[in-house]
């Protein structure tokens, strides 16, 4: 039942929200970002806890002042994607505007294949659409297998709709087809600034310890494809920002292990400049940070209220 209920919201959202005029979704994802956040649910909890160590030196009422505005962009993203599909490939193409985008352009006229890697900042969609639209470059992503499958099915087909080739994550043919893509001088993005598998790399973040995927630097040192960092974030216009940063090189020495922990900690420094700089467009309402993760020598014991 709540599978089914979860993917009937979605459904609503996408068949619904899209056929609204532009002011009216904007009211609506503020109104909801605000009620929200008034009822201090874990989620909020949980990104108010992540940004205060992005801004340590926050007063408690700029922290929810930040949560507030964070919950309003992550509304944002939400209502903006529920109505890509049925934006105009101007509207799409006028919806961004990116800052040194000569990285990725000069990196696929080499013909050696670019994977893009970004934090969860802004929305990575609507940059995707402007890719296959602005730049008429299909690429190629990775999703997460949600529950239900037919939620799942949903996110594939609009990602699909916009141009993407999307792969699952689960099932272990993902890297050896992204691989392939870029070989194929073809273009990878990921979004990259969370993995709680055995397989991350550990990264210092904002003066903790995180973990985030290998897979980003892993593809570059295989396939020598060039490694982009984007960095995204909204302003009061309806149009988003980005950056593309300097490639990220692979090292000259070490193992593939060390090198693939200073390409990702190279990642991680990046894609905390951009996070700094727009704190409230960062949508990280998990737990992420180690510490975070690990259970407390002081925590209550099972049953109890903590």
């Known amino acids: 039942m709540k599978d089914r209920l979860t993917d009937g919201l979605y459904g609503l959202g996408w068949s619904t929200v899209k056929k609204l005029p532009e002011p009216v979704a904007e009211r609506l994802g503020r109104t909801i970002a605000d009620t929200v956040w008034k009822r201090r649910g874990k989620g909020v909890l949980r990104l108010e806890s992540n940004l205060a160590r992005v801004v340590p030196d926050a007063s408690p009422q700029r922290l929810a002042e930040l949560s507030k505005a964070g919950m309003r962009s992550y509304l944002r993203y939400w209502m903006e994607s529920f109505r890509l599909p049925s934006w105009s490939r101007e509207r799409i193409a006028d919806g961004f505007d990116v800052k040194d985008i000569h990285h990725l352009t000069d990196g696929l006229a080499a013909g050696k294949g670019v994977v893009l890697a970004l934090p969860h900042l802004g929305n990575w969609d609507l940059a995707g659409a402007w890719v296959t639209t602005k730049l008429e470059t299909p690429f190629t992503t990775v999703a997460e297998r949600l529950k239900p499958e037919t939620l799942y099915d949903r996110f594939v087909a609009y990602r699909e709709s916009l141009g993407m080739e999307v792969l699952p994550h689960t099932g272990g043919s993902a890297f050896g087809t992204l691989a392939r893509r870029l ?3 073809g273009l990878v993005c990921l979004v ?13 973040f904002f003066g903790d310890t995180a973990r985030m995927p290998a897979g980003p630097a892993m593809l570059a040192q295989q396939t020598g494809a060039l490694l982009l960092p984007v960095t995204l974030w909204y302003d009061e216009s309806p149009v988003m920002k980005g950056r593309v940063h300097p490639p990220v090189d692979v090292p000259e020495t070490g193992t593939r292990a060390e090198r693939t922990s200073v390409m990702t900690q190279a990642l991680a420094d990046a894609f905390a400049t951009g996070i700094a700089e727009h704190p409230e467009d960062w949508h990280m309402l998990q737990r992420l940070w180690l510490a975070d993760l690990e259970p407390r020598a002081d925590a209550a014991p099972a049953g109890e209220a903590s």
């Open 192 to 204: 990259a600034d969370r993995d709680l598998s055995a397989s991350g790399v550990e990264v210092k």
């Open 183 to 185: 070989r194929a001088g």
